[in-house]
């Protein structure tokens, strides 16, 4: 099955600075990469997704970045704030059908922290 | 409507109580997923549904009884559940074309 590694797994930056969170996948069937953003007691949240037709996107501070040779994908936030602090998770999966049907592999987090 | 809900927030239950969990979505999704996810740790998949049949079980003890009764509704059964069990349990929903999940906002699940 697929597995999906992230690092770091704790990230301090200052604010205003840039944050880089990478996930390396495994299973070159997978074709789908959603982040998700979880505040503390709250819901996984989707950020931004990247499907394996498109290298790079784009939404206002935050891009992700997709090297399918390489099997893997990058999370950037640029003039992070402190509201931006919480457990990031990369993911990947196939696009659906058969048994496969909308699973998720997530990697283990990022614990990002903006300091003011 | 472009929320996923579930009710209730918090649980608290003994090993021997039976309770359930429920999750509710009105975006016309066809695929719904229950997740048990403990502190800091991701999401673990636990259930698929597909079209209101259970497409996905991964290895859940059977303590653990999903149920859809509808393309909106899912279920999740409780019965004689152990301590190791308290976690969040977050329900999400797909359309399943890009696979793109949302999730409720979970219970939080104590079991004394």
């Known amino acids: 099955g697929e597995n999906v590694e992230q690092h770091p797994s704790t990230l301090s930056v200052q604010e205003g600075d840039s944050a880089v969170i990478k996930c390396t996948y495994s299973d070159s069937a997978s074709n789908y990469f959603p982040w998700y953003k979880q505040e503390l007691g709250k819901r996984p949240q989707l950020i931004i997704d990247?499907?394996?037709?498109?290298g790079e996107k784009k939404d206002q501070r935050i891009a992700v970045t997709l090297n399918k040779t390489a099997k893997h994908f990058s999370l950037h936030i640029t003039e992070t704030q402190p509201e931006d602090s919480a457990v990031y998770f990369c993911?990947?999966?196939?696009?659906?059908?058969?048994?496969?049907?909308?699973?998720?592999?997530f990697g283990q987090g990022t614990i990002l922290t903006v300091h003011p | 409507d472009t929320e996923v809900t579930q009710t209730p927030k918090h649980l608290v239950m003994g090993m021997t109580n039976k309770k359930s969990l429920k999750c509710e979505q009105h975006m016309g999704h066809r695929a719904m997923y229950w997740y048990k996810q403990k502190a800091k740790k991701p999401p673990e998949l636990m259930f698929v549904y597909s079209y209101e049949k259970l497409s996905i079980n991964e290895s859940v003890p059977s303590r653990f009884s999903p149920e859809c009764p509808n393309s909106s509704l899912l279920n999740l059964h409780l019965h004689a559940l152990q301590p190791e069990d308290s976690a969040l349990y977050l329900c999400?929903?797909?359309?399943?074309?890009?696979?793109?999940?949302?999730f409720g906002p979970g219970t939080r699940l104590t079991v004394l």
């Open positions: 993911a990947a999966s196939r696009r659906g059908g058969g048994t496969s049907y909308g699973k998720l592999t």
């Open positions: 990247i499907r394996s037709n498109v």
């Open positions: 999400a929903s797909s359309s399943g074309v890009y696979n793109e999940q949302f």
